[in-house]
């Protein structure tokens, strides 16, 4: 069964950075493709980024394109989120979550991925 663990949220200063950590385990496989999603407070969950299994796609959402870096340690099964010039509005429980099916797509939705994690709690505020 495979396990998604999150780690690094924190809170920060507006402007501030912070990186995220996603690391995989207990999967037979490695070919995978994997995504970070948000959710905020009293909103729907919501599609920041996505890379797939060889690190060659690569999507964001509008709200974090420029901002925003995922990439991948496949030696540690590991995948980063790196976020800079944070705003309050990226306050959030982050989540990363698995495509085991379409491993070569980085998908947007969350319906395409089949494991999550518990997320980690990113909050920008002064």
């Known amino acids: 069964q495979l396990q998604l663990v999150e780690s690094g949220g924190a809170s920060v200063q507006p402007g501030g950075s912070l990186i995220l950590s996603c690391a995989a385990s207990?999967?037979?496989?490695?070919?995978?493709?994997i995504a970070w999603f948000r959710q905020a407070p009293g909103k729907e969950r919501e599609f920041v980024g996505a890379?797939?299994?060889?690190?060659?796609?690569?999507n964001y959402s509008d709200s974090v394109k420029g901002r925003f870096t995922i990439s991948k340690d496949n030696a540690k099964n590991t995948v980063y989120l790196q976020m800079d010039s944070l705003k309050p509005e990226d306050t959030a429980v982050y989540y990363c979550?698995?495509?085991?099916?379409?491993?070569?797509?980085?998908?947007?939705?969350?319906?395409?991925?089949?494991?999550w994690g518990l997320g980690t709690q990113v909050t920008v505020s002064s």
């Open positions: 890379i797939n299994a060889r690190g060659i796609t690569i």
């Open positions: 979550a698995v495509d085991l099916d379409r491993p070569w797509v980085a998908g947007v939705a969350g319906n395409d991925y089949d494991y």
């Open positions: 207990g999967s037979t496989s490695d070919y995978y493709a």
